[in-house]
């Protein structure tokens, strides 16, 4: 009886420790639109008296979920071709301000926009590309639509944001291309990680739990968050980018989509000494470098 009495104790407790891990995975806290946009000037990422001068148009784009993805979107007169940047997870669109002076640089539009449950968007839950591939296809087509036929639209995303533009480029053969920046190759094996990394707990059975409450939650299935199984889809050109020293993301996730992506170019680039999302910051010239050769060579 004392037996029975404790297992039931573990599985009630086993239980809580999966339902709170889950709450944090698909509710985290996020910063405030103000905060980003303070943070990102103090670091000196944006440069307020340029960005604010920057012709611009703020866009509110329906999700088939029923919630609104606010945008902003830079346009260049005449220019046929747009890239659209997505964010990493708890932040917004102004942390990506970093990586547009290389495309418009080359002449393309830019679509900076705010993940369900970011920033100005609508919705009340993050699902690692779940949902997010679907609102990321939405943007696309919106970004097409302002182009016309003989434009192109290709897709740059950083961590939360690669992972996404990962699953979305699987749905989408016309796009472009896209430059995955530190993107996890698995929601599962990330969340694995994490546990043990952060908390120092296994995997089994905390992530099997957590795993039932994130599907009673938000109807997500966590084994299908998962770039890795979708890469060998994408016919676009992939340039995939991570921080050697990246110790949120290891490096090895980037690596192994790279050997995933069996139709179309592909490109890997591992920043020396860089850690996670921080690429671009740590060689901003050599980074420009490594996007404006991938861009030249397919042609863009």
């Given at each position: ?112 926009y705010d993940h369900r449950n970011h920033g100005r968007s609508g919705g009340n839950n993050s699902t690692f590309g779940y949902y997010e591939k679907w609102d990321l296809q939405t943007v696309v087509d919106w970004a097409r639509a302002q182009l016309g036929e003989d434009g192109v639209v290709g897709v740059m995303g950083e961590s939360f944001g690669a992972a996404t ?136």
């Amino acid at each position: 009886m004392i037996g029975l009495w404790i297992l039931t104790v573990l599985f009630v407790v086993l239980l809580a420790v999966g339902a709170v891990f889950a709450a944090k995975v698909v509710y985290p806290k996020t910063f405030a639109v103000e905060e980003t946009y303070r943070i990102e000037v103090e670091k000196g990422y944006l440069q307020p008296e340029v960005f604010e001068k920057l012709p611009k148009q703020s866009v509110n784009i329906r999700s088939r979920y029923g919630y609104d993805l606010f945008g902003l979107y830079f346009p260049i007169e005449g220019s046929k071709k747009t890239v659209v940047i997505a964010h990493g997870i708890t932040y917004t669109l102004y942390g990506m301000t970093k990586y547009m002076d290389s495309y418009r640089r080359r002449g393309f539009n830019v679509l900076l926009y705010d993940h369900r449950n970011h920033g100005r968007s609508g919705g009340n839950n993050s699902t690692f590309g779940y949902y997010e591939k679907w609102d990321l296809q939405t943007v696309v087509d919106w970004a097409r639509a302002q182009l016309g036929e003989d434009g192109v639209v290709g897709v740059m995303g950083e961590s939360f944001g690669a992972a996404t533009a990962l699953q979305q480029a699987a749905l989408d053969d016309q796009l472009a291309f896209v430059v995955a920046d530190c993107a996890f190759s698995d929601l599962e094996q990330l969340l694995s990680y994490r546990l043990r990394q952060d908390f120092g707990l296994p995997a089994f059975p905390v992530l099997w739990l957590a795993r039932l409450w994130m599907w009673l939650l938000t109807g997500m299935r966590v084994r299908e968050a998962a770039p890795l199984r979708v890469v060998g889809q994408i016919v676009a050109p992939v340039l995939f980018v991570h921080g050697a020293a990246d110790t949120y993301i290891p490096p090895e996730m980037s690596q192994a989509l790279y050997q995933a992506k069996t139709r179309g170019l592909r490109q890997l680039y591992l920043a020396p000494g860089a850690d996670h999302a921080m690429s671009v910051v740590v060689d901003p010239v050599a980074y420009d470098r490594v996007v404006g050769a991938f861009l030249e060579e397919i042609g863009l």
